[in-house]
């Protein structure tokens, strides 16, 4: 199976920043790649699809980028509904597979 | 309103079995592939399954820690998916949520992903 390790686990921030995620698969997973959100006791959400397409109704201050092996999912200025913990999946091969996820928290 | 309800989620015990449901509405059903992702307390998501469209073949791929125990299926005529899960262990203690499937193609290529999510039935299994 497809191993997907995201970096930081988890990362302090401050209102209006700019945070930065990142996503590596052990093999080359051209941009099938999705980034999720999820609060506490909550579904997740799909943000973003195939590596850098905005799902609907999703604010623009986020964004994905990559492909093959390296993917970031950036936020452009972080607000305070955006603490929660975020997970990319790859959708290129079965088993799909998540990150371990960010958990990104208010400094 | 799409809406995705799962239900059946019980304390059962190590060896035993138990069937959780997820009933959609609000949407065509028939047409949608369907997906389970799992959450153990305190961890992070794990993908476990996924079920096509009978139109696109109906046929189910699932993760390695649970393939051979657990079986995605589907009702079409009652808008419900399924996840049965046999020979339960401790490790499948967890919160399992139901999604769509969506699908979107370029060019030669096409891209998955889960849009539309229950909120999740707790699965105990414990002595």
């Known amino acids: 199976a497809i191993q997907m390790t995201q970096s930081p686990s988890s990362l302090s921030a401050s209102v209006g920043d700019r945070v930065t995620i990142t996503c590596r698969a052990s093999q080359g997973i051209r941009n099938d790649l999705g980034w999720y959100q999820q609060k506490p006791g909550k579904a997740p959400k799909v943000l973003i699809y195939?590596?850098?397409r905005l799902q609907t109704g999703v604010p623009s201050r986020f964004s994905g980028s990559g492909s093959g092996t390296d993917f970031t999912l950036t936020i452009s200025s972080l607000q305070p509904e955006d603490f929660a913990t975020y997970y990319c999946l790859q959708d290129y091969s079965y088993p799909w597979t998540f990150g371990q996820g960010t958990k990104v928290e208010i400094k | 309103e799409v809406q995705l309800v799962e239900s059946g989620g019980v304390l059962v015990k190590p060896g035993g079995s138990l069937r959780v449901s997820c009933t959609a509405s609000?949407?065509?059903?028939?047409?949608?592939?369907m997906s389970w992702v799992r959450q153990a307390p305190g961890k992070g998501l794990e993908w476990v399954g996924r079920i096509k469209s009978k139109t696109d073949d109906g046929t189910a791929d699932y993760a390695a820690p649970v393939k051979g125990r657990f079986t995605v299926s589907r009702d079409d005529s009652k808008n419900t998916l399924y996840l049965q899960m046999n020979s339960l262990k401790t490790e499948d203690t967890a919160v399992y949520y139901c999604?769509?499937?969506?699908?979107?193609?370029?060019?030669?290529?096409?891209?998955?992903?889960?849009?539309?999510w229950g909120t999740g039935t707790t699965v105990t299994v414990s002595s």
């Open positions: 999604s769509t499937v969506s699908r979107y193609c370029s060019g030669a290529a096409c891209y998955y992903y889960m849009d539309v």
């Open positions: 609000g949407f065509t059903f028939t047409n949608a592939w």
């Open positions: 195939a590596a850098s």
